[in-house]
């Protein structure tokens, strides 16, 4: 079945350095990808999107784009605020569907 | 904000109860999930519903049944609810793949089975 792997954290970081967390995806045809972000007490809120191969989905300063040949969604992010600390998840929703598969999500703290 | 409202927000029952958490939406959106969440596991489907008594169900379904008798209501029903079902409960509406295919989260239910 379909499966998302995201590295896990917690990602500690201090502010302004350099933000990387790995997704890979297990899907059949062509899912659309997703990372979502969920900050403390809060549900989940989308954060950027790609639909199809070499996609950039891009917002608030972070960056992902879809690479199918190594089928990937690595999320970045050159410059990090106290404020992004929150758990990233990346997600899948397969074209003929509209259900979202998540990988375990990854806590991100940043420190001043 | 998306227009979702989960109640109760915070529940703590016994082994054996059960329990009903509501989901309302304002958004009149055609689909709308229930997701747990626990440490390590990320989010996982329970169940959904894609129109007014059609569901279907998730990756994890046993010991959960749900109902939606109205466009802007979803229920979650534990029949008789166990330890395991300790979590945090979600509830997320979609207009569907003809538009963006983005889910709008609710802010959680947490539930705690002693």
């Known amino acids: 079945g379909d499966s998302v792997t995201q590295m896990e954290g917690p990602v500690t970081l201090s502010e302004e350095a350099f933000l990387t967390i790995n997704c890979t995806y297990t899907?059949?045809?062509?899912?659309?990808l997703f990372w979502y972000v969920q900050y403390p007490g809060e549900g989940l809120q989308l954060l950027l999107k790609a639909t199809k191969a070499d996609d950039k989905g891009s917002n608030k300063g972070f960056e992902a784009t879809y690479r199918k040949e190594t089928t990937s969604f690595h999320l970045e992010k050159g410059s990090v605020q106290v404020s992004d600390s929150a758990v990233y998840f990346c997600?899948?929703?397969?074209?003929?569907?509209?259900?979202?598969?998540f990988g375990g999500g990854t806590r991100v703290l940043v420190k001043p | 904000d998306a227009g979702i409202t989960q109640s109760p927000r915070h529940k703590v029952t016994e082994t054996g109860t059960p329990v009903t958490l509501r989901c309302h939406q304002t958004?009149?959106?055609?689909?709308m999930y229930w997701y747990r969440q626990d440490p390590g596991h990320g989010l996982r489907l329970i169940h959904y519903s894609y129109g007014v008594k059609d569901t279907d169900k998730g990756e994890v379904s046993d010991g959960y049944s749900v109902s939606r008798s109205k466009t802007e209501d979803f229920l979650l029903t534990l029949e008789s609810a166990t330890s395991s079902q300790t979590s945090v409960y979600f509830c997320a509406i979609s207009e569907g793949a003809v538009a963006t295919g983005e889910l709008f989260f609710g802010e959680g239910s947490r539930l705690t089975v002693l």
């Open positions: 899907a059949t045809g062509y899912p659309s």
């Open positions: 997600a899948l929703r397969k074209a003929a569907g509209n259900k979202l598969t």
């Open positions: 958004e009149n959106h055609r689909y």
